[in-house]
């Protein structure tokens, strides 16, 4: 959550140099900074005491393990530069490549100011200035989430619209010197606006309507699992899962508490999530057999003979710790299956 992120911060700084050095408030500036800090952290504070017994500031220590931390984010995987960028390219199309280019338009604008009649307006520096701080931490660190983006995704928007308010009001000025221009300039912005919006439509529902057919499998499995399980003649049993555990959406589809989520070894070497302990203080025992290294924690495992249902993705392929379940029929019956594409044998 956002307000849980001690990186937020950053997407305040514009505003609090505009209070602190243009606006001349620093009064006013701290009075509402510790209000809203105490506004967000004490309840936080409290709701955190209710489950763990103990004082924890969730934002200190997510700060403490990203920055000081001896293992640190990149223990969990790194990213070449240009994640965000396909990411980006991938989730907002075009108006994520307007937002990128925003900047650059907007300086292109005040150059040209001294020449035509553009009045000063540099509200564009409250929009560009936390996009491009929050780009200038997120794109350069070798750990990268789409997830991390989520903040700045208003931003993106906000972004892409100015870029094409700004062009256009280039070219307006523009036209207002060259009078052949004018038709021209009148057509762009009653066009420019509807077909910017229209591609930007069009690309995200193409994008919604391929996720969810090659990639929705897990859905729908865990759906109709939910229907087995609950008219099953087996009362109790556990449901396994060895290198599907990322795709696991959420205990609701588990439809009782005698169904117990496990995990069997995979080529995973991570550490997997641990069970909370059972009874009314669970959220109190701080567990065994955690590491903040990632490294593999061997009771995570159970023996795949204690498992009753396996959750298990075939592509074809079979390694020592994830054998091909599917193909192992004296063993194993398929009863729920959809399809999924396997990403690196497409050619799309």
């Known amino acids: 959550p956002l307000f849980r992120s001690p990186f937020s911060v950053a997407l305040g700084i514009p505003l609090a140099v505009d209070f602190l050095f243009i606006q001349r408030k620093g009064l006013l500036f701290l009075k509402r900074t510790v209000l809203v800090g105490l506004t967000i952290l004490v309840p936080m504070v409290l709701i955190d005491y209710v489950y763990y017994r103990k004082i924890v500031v969730a934002s200190l220590g997510i700060f403490l393990y990203n920055v000081f931390g001896q293992g640190g984010p990149d223990l969990y995987g790194t990213e070449p530069w240009s994640f965000y960028f396909l990411n980006g390219f991938l989730n907002f199309n075009i108006v994520f490549l307007l937002s990128l280019a925003c900047p650059l338009v907007w300086i292109l604008w005040l150059l040209l100011r001294r020449f035509l009649t553009f009045e000063n307006d540099y509200k564009a520096l409250y929009c560009l200035t936390p996009m491009l701080l929050w780009i200038g931490i ?3 660190r070798p750990h990268k989430e789409e997830r991390f983006l989520f903040p700045i995704y208003p931003l993106f928007c906000l972004a892409a619209a100015l870029c094409v308010n700004y ?21 762009a912005e009653s066009l420019v606006p509807v077909v910017t919006f229209t591609v930007f439509v069009v690309l995200s529902l193409s994008r919604i309507f391929a996720i969810y057919c090659g990639y929705s499998a897990p859905m729908h499995v865990y759906g109709q699992l939910y229907s087995h399980l609950s008219n099953s003649n087996d009362v109790s049993g556990n449901v396994c899962i ?19 989520l496990q995990f069997i070894e995979s080529e995973f070497r991570g550490q997997l999530p641990k069970h909370y302990a059972s009874g009314s203080n669970a959220t109190w025992i701080i567990p065994s057999g955690m590491n903040d290294m990632n490294k593999e924690e061997k ?25 091909n379940y599917s193909q192992q029929r004296a063993q194993w019956k398929t009863i729920i299956s959809a399809p999924f594409l396997v990403a690196h044998k497409s050619n799309s």
């Open 299 to 323: 009771d995570r495992y159970v023996a795949l003979d204690t498992c009753k249902y396996v959750i298990d993705f075939n592509d074809g392929e079979s390694k020592p710790r994830e054998p």
């Open 242 to 260: 060895g290198k599907e555990w990322y795709r696991f959406p959420s205990h609701f589809f588990i439809p009782s508490e005698r169904w117990k």
């Open 138 to 140: 997120f794109f350069t």
């Open 167 to 187: 062009t256009l009001d280039i070219l307006s000025n523009v036209a207002l010197k060259i009078q052949k221009m004018q038709s021209l300039s009148n057509a």
